[in-house]
């Protein structure tokens, strides 16, 4: 049987929500992955350091008995965000970056930042403090073509943050066009980006072609077939700026099924398998392990995982949904086949 076995990865960016969502979920990527980089963007927020170690408990109960995972905690950037705060999460060892969410960009915005210039202060605590600013990079000018929002945040937005503060360590996450790929190639080695599944595997087809999928959209959103090239080429290419992150987004099936559906993919179940697909459809599964175990460690400048997952390759179907009564939960690409299996 063909196999393939990598040092254990790591989920760089990844909501896993609260509640019963949070349980079913969790067990799911810490199954997966060996430490994840937790999104902050509950209701409400999560503003604080405190807020973040209650949050940090939540998620460790729901870890299965016998299974190691770590959770990173990250902190929601507002407006009233305090320097005491920013100071408070430099001297924390459990908070790992801050996320900077343009408001009304995607779910559970609201609380984010309307007039970025106006945060420059709080910018300048963070790369004085050098912690990590994790950015949804889409513009909330309502007027911007959906399909251009991220290539307008890039020349509008991040072009000038990234100038002003030369020393800032930035993660564009989840990339998804060309123009995106080749600003963080052209940038210095303190900008990054991280890629999912669901971005290189499939182009807006997908969510639009032949019916309405709402399980394929997500923000941003699923672009046309040049733009996956090109983060396939990135991704694939064993440059250290690109690595994983799923963006997993779960939202119960009947909020993704409706007629103003939510926005978010649930990939955790089936990550590594389904970059794996990605990876060998390339010619490159060689390139899966520094991409999915080592990258991202070493730019959150964490030592990499000990231990190993091992892949096989074998063919099985991905379950309809997780989860039970109101609270069920619809992957991408349920009720499809996966060629790779993790052990
Ligand atoms: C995310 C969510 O549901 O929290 N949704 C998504 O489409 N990716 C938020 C985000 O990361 O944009
Ligand atoms: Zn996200």
Known sequence: MKTLTITRPDDWHIHVRNGAVLKTVLPHTARQFARAIIMPNLKPPVTTVEQAL??????????????DF??????????????????????????????????????????????????????????????PLLIHGETTDIDCDIFDRERVFIDTILTDIARNFPNLRIVLEHVTTNEAVQFVYASGDNIAATITPQHLLYNRNALLSGGIRPHYYCLPIIKREKHRLALVQAATSGNPKFFLGTDSAPHITSLKETSCGCA?????????????????????????????????????????????VTLEKITWRIPLTFGKNDNTITPIKAGEELSWKMQ
Do not use: H, W
Request: glycine share 6%; aromatic share 14%.
């Open 54 to 67: 209650t949050y940090r408990k939540e998620i460790l109960q729901a870890v299965p008995a016998g299974i």
């Open 70 to 131: 770590i959770p990173l905690m990250t902190l929601y950037l507002t407006a009233t965000t305090k320097i005491s705060e920013i100071k408070k999460a430099a001297e924390s060892d459990q908070i790992y970056a801050f996320k900077l969410y343009p408001a009304g960009a995607t779910t559970n915005s609201d609380s984010g930042i309307a007039n970025i210039s106006a945060i420059y202060p709080l910018l300048a605590e963070l790369e004085k403090f050098d912690i």
């Open 264 to 308: 978010g993919c649930y990939s955790a179940y089936t990550a590594l398998e389904l970059y794996a697909e990605v990876f060998e459809q390339a010619g490159s599964l060689n390139k899966l392990e520094g991409f999915a175990s080592f990258y991202g460690a070493d730019f959150y400048r964490l030592p990499r995982n000990s231990g190993t």
